[in-house]
């Protein structure tokens, strides 16, 4: 369950952490590991599957892409002044916080957005997912034990 729950763009580390950690009680380094497993395997998939993936659904009417054409825009406009500062170092930075929808999903499309070539892409996508999970791991970690006092 955490590797399948770290697959999901909504659950990724920030769920599947807590999850193993603290309802299946599984060790948290054996937890962080199937977690960043689960979670970088679709991130990976997701960065090569964008540009075909975007063409052919644009093909199928205006309205679709009129939208992935506000879509990317609009992210584009959010974020360029952190790419056109840090590079793809800001990938790296966007993907660690594990905040909602900073995870890697959405670190794949800012890839895909920003036109990061994929042999400075994924060092950073997955340097990004392995500390925010370390991060995960230590909060889960830290309040379970403060909620156990």
């Not at 299946?24 to 993936?53: M, Q, R, S």
């Not at 793809?88 to 594990?98: G, K, N, Q, W």
């Not at 070539?117 to 230590?138: M, Q, R, S």
Request: with cysteine; aromatic share 16%.
């Amino acid at each position: 369950m955490v590797f399948f729950t770290a697959m999901t763009p909504l659950g990724e580390l920030r769920i599947a952490i807590p999850l193993g950690i603290g309802f299946y009680k599984l060790a948290p380094l054996t937890t962080l590991e199937v977690a960043f497993l689960g979670n970088i395997i679709p991130v990976i998939a997701l960065y090569f599957l964008l540009d075909p993936l975007t063409k052919w659904l644009c093909r199928l009417g205006q309205p679709i892409d009129r939208w992935f054409t506000w879509l990317f825009d609009h992210t584009y406009r959010k974020h360029s002044a952190s790419f056109d500062k840090y590079g793809s170092l800001a990938l790296m930075i966007f993907v660690t916080i594990p905040l909602p929808f900073t995870g890697g999903w959405t670190g794949a499309l800012l890839a895909y957005l920003f036109g990061i070539k994929w042999y400075y892409a994924l060092p950073n996508l997955l340097i990004g997912v392995a500390l925010a999970g370390v991060i995960v791991t230590a909060l889960t970690v830290s309040g379970m034990w403060v909620f156990s006092l």
